[in-house]
């Protein structure tokens, strides 16, 4: 995606005009259709130009981190709304698994973390955040990830899993 217009090619973002896009459920199987649909309407010519596949690759990039942007939005929102009833405020996000190696990913997600309120509960306390008027504390979501090198596919960690089960006799 590197060097690509991002605009390159009008994509839906997915679930965005449906009975889930006010869920935190997330679908790419249509955003795969509509990427395939826009390559086929291109005309040879165009495919054949040195940038058309990083067109492509940042075109895909942009819609799906928009999408995932938008559901991790709806989800701070449900902690922001359900904090008071789960007798907690979660305030941290993890990104993990091959995903989180996306410099891209990470400077998004980085940015909506700095840019949302974290939930807070009454009377909470904190050293690094301020109250506001209802005494509540007031912070960004923090956002936790490994070293690239240490993104890896979730199949390794399930492996991994089987290999300890295994070890443990069960």
């Given amino acids: 995606a590197r060097g690509g217009d991002p605009h390159a090619l009008k994509l839906p973002i997915p679930?965005?005009?449906?009975?889930?896009?006010?869920?935190?459920?997330?679908?790419f199987a249509g955003l795969k259709t509509s990427v395939r649909r826009?390559?086929?309407?291109?005309?040879?010519?165009?495919?054949?130009?040195?940038?058309f596949?990083?067109?492509?690759?940042?075109?895909?990039?942009?819609?799906?981190?928009?999408?995932?942007?938008?559901?991790?939005k709806q989800a701070m929102e449900l902690c922001s709304e359900q904090a008071?009833?789960?007798?907690?405020?979660?305030?941290?996000l993890v990104l993990s698994g091959g995903v989180a190696a996306n410099s891209?990913?990470?400077r998004r997600v980085q940015a909506l973390c700095d840019a949302t309120a974290a939930p807070a509960l009454p009377n909470a306390r904190s050293d690094t955040a301020e109250a506001?008027?209802?005494?509540?504390?007031?912070?960004?979501w923090r956002m936790l990830v490994p070293p690239p090198r240490l993104c890896t596919d979730n199949g390794l960690m399930v492996a991994w899993a089987a290999v300890e089960y295994l070890r443990a006799g069960e």
Wanted: proline share 3%; hydrophobic share 30%.
């Fill in 132 to 140: 506001n008027a209802e005494g509540q504390v007031q912070s960004s």
């Fill in 104 to 106: 891209e990913l990470r």
């Fill in 84 to 92: 008071a009833v789960w007798g907690v405020a979660p305030n941290t």
């Fill in 38 to 51: 826009q390559i086929e309407l291109c005309s040879e010519e165009r495919r054949q130009e040195p940038s």
């Fill in 53 to 72: 596949r990083a067109d492509v690759a940042a075109s895909f990039q942009h819609t799906a981190l928009t999408h995932v942007e938008r559901k991790l």
């Fill in 15 to 27: 679930l965005s005009k449906n009975r889930r896009q006010n869920t935190c459920d997330l679908s």
